[in-house]
């Protein structure tokens, strides 16, 4: 139980221990001397520990070198992460094992397999890209689907404003327009958002870096009533 997870965190030395609460705020451990978050966000900042209570779950999708996975994993989430890269899930599968870390890392392809159960936070973190413009938009609907009542939603994503959409290479894949995942998360509340310029790590053949323009999100699903 969380309250178990409290006591056992403060017993191993844990004193500042945030605790977020998806679906509705309870009284019942304030006796412990947690202290409560009003979103994931302000409970990630300068937390010893984050105890996420109802649903502690996490689904990250095409993970890489699961910088997001393990940080959460670290704060006692139990992640589960995905990637097509065979290489990239072993290494994680051998750190989790050593780790004894709350990390399942598995194979999948998200558009193959899709997401089941649902989580308290779903992280999509510069993918959308590598999916046609109809594969992108359906995972974006199934994602806030499967976000339980409070939980969150991270999304990061290269827009039409940038150098990788205007090399006209992939144009058929998901590239939206600047602002446009805003508009798409505007009933629910935006905890973070910015568009912002960054090299994309890819360089023109006279060694001038490419830029995009990319969305970053971090949107909260409203509480069930």
């Given at each position: 139980?969380?309250?178990?997870?409290?006591?056992?965190?403060?017993?191993?030395?844990?004193?500042?221990?945030?605790?977020?609460?998806?679906?509705?705020?309870?009284?019942?451990?304030?006796?412990?001397?947690?202290?409560?978050?009003?979103?994931?966000?302000?409970?990630?900042?300068?937390?010893?520990?984050?105890?996420?209570?109802?649903?502690?779950?996490?689904?990250?999708?095409?993970?890489?070198?699961?910088f997001?996975?393990?940080?959460?994993?670290?704060?006692?989430?139990?992640?589960?992460?995905?990637?097509?890269?065979?290489?990239?899930?072993?290494?994680?599968?051998?750190?989790?094992?050593?780790?004894?870390?709350?990390?399942?890392?598995?194979?999948?392809?998200?558009?193959?397999?899709?997401?089941?159960?649902?989580?308290?936070?779903?992280?999509?973190?510069?993918?959308?890209?590598?999916?046609?413009?109809?594969?992108?938009?359906?995972?974006?609907?199934?994602?806030?689907?499967?976000?339980?009542?409070?939980?969150?939603?991270l999304?990061?994503?290269?827009?039409?404003?940038?150098?990788?959409f205007?090399?006209?290479v992939?144009?058929?894949?998901?590239?939206?327009?600047?602002?446009?995942?805003?508009?798409?998360?505007?009933?629910?509340?935006?905890?973070?958002?910015?568009?912002?310029?960054?090299?994309?790590?890819?360089?023109?053949?006279?060694?001038?870096?490419?830029?995009?323009?990319?969305?970053?999100?971090?949107?909260q699903?409203?509480?069930?009533?």
């Amino acid at each position: 139980t969380s309250v178990g997870l409290i006591a056992r965190l403060k017993k191993s030395g844990f004193n500042n221990i945030f605790v977020y609460d998806p679906v509705v705020k309870s009284d019942s451990i304030g006796h412990l001397g947690v202290k409560y978050a009003d979103n994931i966000k302000q409970a990630f900042s300068g937390a010893d520990a984050v105890v996420v209570m109802n649903n502690n779950s996490v689904f990250d999708i095409g993970c890489g070198r699961a910088f997001n996975s393990i940080t959460l994993a670290k704060r006692n989430f139990h992640v589960t992460c995905i990637d097509i890269s065979s290489f990239t899930i072993g290494v994680l599968q051998e750190f989790a094992r050593k780790t004894n870390l709350p990390l399942c890392a598995k194979r999948a392809d998200i558009v193959e397999e899709g997401i089941t159960g649902d989580y308290a936070i779903i992280i999509c973190a510069f993918v959308l890209h590598h999916l046609t413009h109809k594969q992108g938009a359906a995972l974006i609907e199934t994602m806030r689907a499967h976000i339980v009542p409070g939980g969150v939603n991270l999304v990061t994503v290269h827009t039409t404003n940038g150098h990788f959409f205007q090399s006209g290479v992939a144009d058929e894949n998901y590239y939206p327009r600047p602002w446009y995942i805003l508009e798409l998360y505007r009933d629910w509340k935006i905890l973070y958002y910015e568009e912002q310029i960054a090299d994309a790590g890819t360089f023109f053949d006279d060694g001038s870096p490419m830029q995009n323009q990319n969305s970053y999100l971090l949107a909260q699903k409203p509480a069930a009533p």
